[in-house]
């Protein structure tokens, strides 16, 4: 069967509004991400008891699993009014990074790479992010999570 689908581009808005002292101080940005082959979109409870898996990274879609190389977008979104979640971008067997999501914030990734030092030093090359997994704070909380890829 062929597939029905049709490539679309997607487009993201972030907007910041605020007045200090009268003066407007907000703004608007968008960016258009063209053909979108894929989108998946999930609210799921993460526990604070153990960290879970959320989002592979590797060269084959499947559950859960998008290629590395066709990502252009991740919105992890802690939907909690009280809790903050810890995000963790995990190279297998390799470096980590550790991203403090505040309740009610929002973490955005375009690209599945990164790098990770255990002391300052100067820049040498990017890792690709394996998985992404979360763990909650003090209780239990709900996410959302984003992912679009071409």
């Given at each position: 069967?062929?597939?029905?689908?049709t490539a679309a581009d997607a487009t993201i808005t972030i907007q910041e509004s605020i007045?200090?002292?009268?003066?407007?101080?907000?703004?608007?940005?968008?960016?258009?991400?063209?053909?979108?082959?894929?989108?998946?979109?999930?609210?799921?409870?993460?526990?604070?008891?153990?960290?879970?898996?959320?989002?592979?990274?590797?060269?084959?879609?499947?559950?859960?699993?998008?290629?590395?190389?066709?990502?252009?977008?991740?919105?992890?979104?802690?939907?909690?009014?009280?809790?903050?979640?810890?995000?963790?971008?995990?190279?297998?067997?390799?470096?980590?990074?550790?991203?403090?999501?505040?309740?009610?914030?929002?973490?955005?990734?375009?690209t599945g790479d990164f790098e990770a030092k255990v002391a300052a030093g100067a820049f040498?090359?990017?890792?690709?992010?394996?998985?992404?997994?979360?763990?909650?704070?003090?209780?239990?909380?709900?996410?959302?999570?984003?992912?679009?890829?071409?």
């Amino acid at each position: 069967m062929a597939s029905t689908i049709t490539a679309a581009d997607a487009t993201i808005t972030i907007q910041e509004s605020i007045s200090l002292g009268g003066v407007d101080r907000g703004g608007t940005h968008t960016r258009t991400i063209s053909n979108v082959a894929e989108a998946d979109r999930r609210v799921m409870t993460v526990s604070s008891s153990d960290e879970m898996d959320l989002i592979e990274l590797n060269t084959e879609n499947g559950q859960g699993k998008f290629v590395r190389t066709s990502l252009r977008y991740i919105r992890i979104t802690n939907l909690d009014n009280t809790n903050h979640l810890r995000v963790r971008f995990k190279k297998s067997g390799a470096e980590t990074v550790d991203v403090k999501v505040s309740a009610g914030a929002t973490f955005l990734l375009s690209t599945g790479d990164f790098e990770a030092k255990v002391a300052a030093g100067a820049f040498s090359t990017y890792e690709e992010i394996d998985v992404i997994s979360a763990q909650a704070d003090t209780a239990d909380v709900d996410i959302e999570y984003v992912v679009f890829a071409v």
